[in-house]
């Protein structure tokens, strides 16, 4: 038994060692990835439900690695919040999402909101009221094109802090769209605090809300809230016309999923909104 205890430890020792190294890889190499021009800002298209047309979209960033390839947020989102590069990362996302709004605009392709998530260390650390105004006014995007996408957890390590930021972020004129909702703590309370637009119903909801009861009542709750507070209500991972259908029919205001489009680069945004233009 001894021996046995022993090589777990081991085993463990090793497993946390590569985690580590990992980790430490992953975030020197970040560092660099910012000035080697290597993240790319992806954008996945929400449909209205109503109009059938692509109303808004997700910013999603992506990582080009040179040796690992094709690098998606979930591996690297969270270290550079450990390390506090995600202040760089979220204005360079940021930037670049109203800049291409912009240019969907003034090349008459389609008017468009961005949607851009913004992490908890963001909402600690910097002055976001003052990073949301100067990209607007640097890229003279009117302010009713960009929403920014926040957690509930991110909100919840300082309620008065977030209410008095969600205050400021309204003031500017952009929306606010609470994310992954019903995943975080006594959703309910926060609605009345919080000035939002939007929610955002989380994947996991709409995953099996075609053959699970439950998560047909669930999603039908978060929808009739919703609408009884003016909010608008996506769904997101929406991946076939059943779970479309249903939606639709449960009053969902706007689609998001790989049924409509997975994130897609700039260029091919651009071609699908063009598309559209046409019908
Ligand atoms: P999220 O904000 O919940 O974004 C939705 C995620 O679901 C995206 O993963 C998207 O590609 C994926 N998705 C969309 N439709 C479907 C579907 O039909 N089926 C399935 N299975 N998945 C779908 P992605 O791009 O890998 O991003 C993961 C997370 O990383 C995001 O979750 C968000 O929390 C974070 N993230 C991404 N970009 C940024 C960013 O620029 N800044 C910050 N702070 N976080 C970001
Ligand atoms: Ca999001
Ligand atoms: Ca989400
Ligand atoms: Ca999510």
């Known amino acids: 038994a001894k021996y ?4 777990n430890i081991q085993f463990y020792n090793v497993a946390l060692q590569n985690q580590t190294q990992y980790h430490m890889e992953i975030e020197g190499d970040l560092r660099k990835a910012m000035q080697n021009h290597e993240l790319e800002v992806f954008f996945q298209p929400k449909v209205n439900v109503h109009t059938k047309r692509i109303e808004s979209a997700e910013a999603l960033v ?3 690695h040179p040796s690992r390839g094709l ?3 979930s591996e690297f989102i969270h270290i550079a919040e ?3 590069l995600i202040a760089e990362i979220g204005k360079f ?3 670049k999402s109203c800049q291409q709004a912009k240019k969907w605009a003034d090349d008459d392709i389609a008017t468009i909101t961005v949607s851009v998530n913004v992490s908890a260390h963001q909402l600690r650390h910097e002055n976001l009221p003052q990073a949301v105004g100067d ?3 640097r890229t003279k995007l009117p302010e009713n094109q960009l929403e920014l996408e926040l957690t509930e957890s991110a909100l919840m390590e300082n309620l008065s802090a977030a209410t008095a930021l969600l205050t400021k972020l309204c003031a500017l004129g952009v929306s606010i769209s609470l994310d992954d909702f019903g995943t975080g703590y006594s959703s309910l309370s926060h609605l009345k605090l919080f000035p939002v637009d939007a929610l955002k119903i989380d994947r996991s909801f709409i995953r099996d809300i075609t053959s699970k009861q439950e998560d047909e009542a669930i999603v039908n ?3 009739v809230l919703g609408h009884s507070l003016n909010l608008k209500v996506i769904a997101e991972g929406v991946e076939n016309i059943k779970q479309l259908e249903l939606l639709e029919r449960l009053g969902c205001d706007e689609i998001q999923g790989y049924f409509i489009a997975k994130p897609l680069s700039a260029a091919d945004m651009t071609h699908m909104l063009k ?3 046409e019908f």
């Open 4 to 7: 046995l205890g022993g090589n």
């Open 62 to 64: 992506r990582w080009r």
């Open 71 to 73: 690098i998606s947020p």
């Open 82 to 84: 450990d390390s506090g």
């Open 93 to 95: 996302v940021l930037l």
């Open 135 to 137: 990209v607007l006014k």
């Open 221 to 223: 709750a978060i929808i």
């Open 275 to 277: 598309q559209q233009t």
